[in-house]
């Protein structure tokens, strides 16, 4: 072969070779981090000043944390740690996630002054917890949409059939007006709502699912429940690891069996281990071996 076929034929080879690395999925983009556990060292808006322990994280530094850490670039920010709502606050908060090449993959809304109980919700039967709650998902809608989230997740607490009607109607304003401002809004699975009653708000409202794989109550439910809810997700599914109460692997073969494309979003916990990046380090570990 002549030196100018050799390096003609080299060149195209590289060109291929790069290419095909470039098209090479890499695991990673499909994995998001949840505020969730750093939280316990960040202030919230529930600490009204004065922590209860020490809070040594600040949710500015968050992506590029978590970027540094774990090389995952989608961050899942619960809206309690915001410390401001003001345009200058967002601005500096946009920046730092494009200086971490990140993005913001979900916004969990949980207004309860403690805990996630939903009691504060749009699904209240209460009719003035209900408007009020429906007037404040608008406005954390109207961040979403700033800080470029797809999709917001509301706590919808517990519903029984017979407050299905009362759910639907909330959740009906908030999604017309999500849709309006290009922001989704899902549920994860939680509290003794049953998969199938959940379904059908999702349905009558125009609403997603947020796959939980940690909140069921056994096995057979984990697998019923999350074979109806992957097919009405918007994209995102919390993962987590429960060790002696849930067949993690089996869980995430059910999202691959029902051809789940969307992100896997940690939610650690101290069952897992006493530090946050620790903890997330070994559901991260766990997932890559599954996904």
């Keep these: 072969m002549r030196r100018r076929d050799f390096l003609l034929t080299s060149t195209a080879l590289a060109h291929v070779v790069n290419r095909g690395r470039a098209q090479t999925p890499n695991k990673l983009d499909r994995v998001a981090v ?5 939280g316990t060292r960040m202030p919230d808006t529930r600490d009204k000043g004065h922590p209860k322990v020490p809070k040594d ?15 995952i670039h989608n961050v899942e920010v619960q809206q309690m740690y915001f410390p401001s709502t003001e345009p200058a606050y967002f601005k500096e908060f946009l920046g730092r996630l494009k200086k971490a090449r990140s993005r913001v993959s979900n916004m969990p809304l949980e207004f309860d002054a403690e805990g996630t109980p939903g009691i504060i919700s749009v699904c209240s039967a209460d009719p003035e917890i209900r408007r009020s709650t429906i007037e404040l998902t608008k406005q954390w809608i109207d961040h979403a949409a700033t800080l470029g989230s797809p999709s917001v997740m509301v706590n919808q607490g517990d519903i029984e059939p017979d407050g299905i009607r009362t759910a639907v109607e909330g959740l009906k304003i908030v999604s017309a007006y999500g849709k309006r401002k290009n922001v989704a809004i899902t549920m994860e699975n939680r509290g003794k709502t049953t998969p199938e009653t ?52 089996k869980a995430i073969a059910i999202s691959k069996e029902m051809d789940y494309k969307g992100l896997y979003s940690i939610e650690a916990n101290r069952i897992v281990a006493p530090d946050p990046f620790q903890a997330v380090q070994i559901v991260l570990d766990e997932l890559l071996k599954s996904i």
């Design 198 to 249: 959940l379904v059908k708000v999702i349905q009558a409202s125009g609403t997603f699912a947020n796959p939980d794989i940690g909140n069921f109550p056994d096995e057979e439910t984990r697998a019923r429940g999350l074979r109806l809810l992957y097919p009405l997700s918007h994209g995102n599914t919390h993962v987590k690891l429960n060790p002696g109460r849930m067949d993690f692997g």
């Design 34 to 38: 949840m505020t969730s556990y750093f």
């Design 57 to 71: 994280l600040n949710l500015l530094d968050f992506p590029d944390m978590i970027a540094d850490h774990f090389q």
